[in-house]
């Protein structure tokens, strides 16, 4: 893949995960702008929102020494926390911009998630009734997400990494547990920070990737207006449209993604833009 074809590539992925997790199926709807909230149409909605947000949270590695897929750059080896996310690849986008030019709404939006993904918080009295243990959790943002979703989706056998994050959390609190206790408290810590602190988060994280997702729309505006035409077969009864895909995309797989991202331009986000209230930003 060239550096077009990957950019396609990676707006395609992050409109489509972020159409995957704020959407008015996952929320109820809510026409408001601002100050505003969101809230989960069920408790499943909300499992189902921290799963696919730990995947947009998730380093894509090459596999078995193959290389990563569809031509993707890894991140460096002292990566930042938040370039061990889907970010990665959107400040790639914005660094070298290939389909627009003005990038300063999708910086800023990037960014400003990045942060506070990055930023740290201390929740108190964190109640591991499991294992006996009540203690003060100082937990980095990305951290606790990641785990809630690995937990939500995972069976007991799958998370040994999660295991070790938790006893490290204990241990800087001066609550170390061993291995086995640590299993068993993994339960407990969901329901503490899922329930609780991931809720809380989750309106200004829908905002968050709803900025990001109007901002690629943003910067798509000036290529779909270059690009979207009416076919010479066109006709009243039969409007037919199609797009001028630029000479550099020639991989089948990027000409679908690039087709894609024009369609999703043609209307726009199906989410307002929003700006959710102070209140559900001041805590944690």
């Not at 499943?44 to 290389?67: M, N, Q, W």
């Not at 009734?129 to 937990?151: E, F, Q």
């Not at 408290?185 to 900025?211: K, T």
């Amino acid at each position: 893949m060239n550096d077009v074809e990957r950019e396609a590539i990676i707006l395609k992925s992050a409109w489509e995960m972020a159409d995957g997790m704020v959407n008015w199926a996952m929320f109820v709807k809510n026409d408001a702008s601002a100050p505003t909230n969101l809230m989960f149409q069920t408790r499943t909605h909300a499992t189902l929102f921290v799963i696919l947000l730990g995947d947009f949270l998730s380093d894509i590695r090459a596999f078995k020494k193959e290389p990563i897929p569809l031509g993707l750059k890894a991140a460096p080896s002292n990566a930042r926390p938040s370039d061990l996310t889907f970010l990665f690849h959107l400040r790639q986008v914005y660094t070298d911009p290939k389909l627009g030019s003005d990038t300063t709404a999708l910086t800023a939006a990037v960014e400003e998630f990045a942060r506070w993904l990055e930023g740290e918080f201390v929740a108190e009295q964190v109640n591991l009734h499991s294992i006996d243990v009540v203690a003060n959790l100082r937990v980095p943002r990305y951290r606790y997400l990641k785990m809630c979703g690995d937990i939500a989706k995972h069976n007991l056998a799958r998370l040994a990494t999660n295991v070790g994050h938790l006893r490290k959390m204990l241990e800087t609190s001066g609550r170390p547990v061993s291995e086995p206790q640590a299993y068993l408290a993994l339960e407990n810590f969901f329901d503490w920070f899922h329930e609780d602190i991931f809720v809380y988060h989750s309106s200004q994280i829908a905002e968050f990737l709803n900025n990001i997702r109007w901002a690629i729309y943003d910067y798509l505006r000036p290529e779909f207006k270059r690009s979207w035409h009416m076919t010479d077969s066109s006709n009243t009864d039969l409007p037919l449209y199609s797009y001028a895909v630029p000479e550099e995309i020639t991989e089948p797989v990027a000409i679908a993604m690039y087709w894609d991202i024009m369609n999703r331009s043609r209307s726009g986000p199906y989410v307002q833009r929003f700006e959710v209230s102070p209140s559900f930003k001041q805590h944690y």
